[in-house]
């Protein structure tokens, strides 16, 4: 089958680090893709992982381990415009990419 | 200019009637989804047209009922709405499609609200 699972709700202060978790399992695995979602908004897009390893993108990066089924995002050097919600979603066949309920971050002063 | 919109931006209807949300996409990609979130936030698939043609056909009640008269648009007709069709549902489209391998990231409309009393 498949599943999903990332934390529910993060808070963090702006200016640290956060890490979001993502843990996975999903057949014809592709790679694995994050987007943010502000409230009101649209999902867009943020980053890809097709191989092992760490990929940044600014203040973002996100990394995975295809072994563990295990990905994370990491924002650096936070502002208050971070504050979303943030999906991982991997991709498979088809280019299905399949989404969860996402992980809300609160940026705090 | 917009890559993906989709109308109405807000439907408001009764159980039981029969509504249309459309989208269209000029970003020349192969591939469009419907996706629908519901108010904890969970994005599912529904959906996906690749060339015009079905390709991802998820559980969903056949009283929804995609339709793509060309690449560029895919719209979607629910009958018989119920209570539990209210959500917001989003368009998207990628170049990505049946044979792709590759990232090829989801571009999404703004999104319909859809309320059903």
């Known amino acids: 089958g498949q599943s999903l699972e990332q934390p529910s709700e993060v808070t963090a202060v702006e200016g640290a680090i956060v890490q979001i978790n993502c843990t996975y399992q999903t057949s014809g695995f592709y790679g694995l893709s994050w987007y943010q979602q502000h409230d009101g908004g649209a999902p867009t897009f943020l980053s890809y992982n097709a191989l092992d390893g760490l990929e940044e993108t600014g203040r973002f990066s996100s990394f995975l381990s295809r072994s563990d089924s295990y990905g994370y995002l990491l924002l650096q050097e936070l502002q208050m415009k971070d504050s979303a919600s943030y999906f991982c979603?991997?991709?498979?066949?088809?280019?299905?990419?399949?989404f969860g309920t996402g992980t809300k971050l609160q940026v705090i002063p | 200019d917009t890559a993906v919109s989709q109308t109405p931006k807000y439907l408001v209807t009764q159980m039981g009637n029969d509504k249309s949300i459309k989208c269209e996409q000029n970003l020349g990609h192969d591939t469009m989804y419907w996706y629908k979130q519901d108010s904890k936030k969970f994005l599912k698939i529904m959906f996906s047209?690749?060339?015009?043609?079905?390709?991802i056909n998820e559980t969903v009640p056949n009283r929804f009922s995609p339709k793509s008269p060309d690449k560029a648009h895919l719209n979607l007709h629910i009958n018989s709405l119920e209570l539990g069709d209210s959500a917001v549902y989003f368009c998207?489209?990628?170049?990505?499609?049946?044979?792709?391998?590759?990232?090829?990231?989801?571009?999404f409309g703004n999104g319909t609200r859809l309320t059903v009393t």
């Open positions: 998207a489209s990628s170049q990505g499609g049946r044979l792709s391998s590759y990232n090829s990231p989801l571009h």
């Open positions: 047209y690749n060339n015009k043609e079905l390709i």
């Open positions: 979603a991997p991709v498979g066949g088809y280019q299905k990419v399949t």
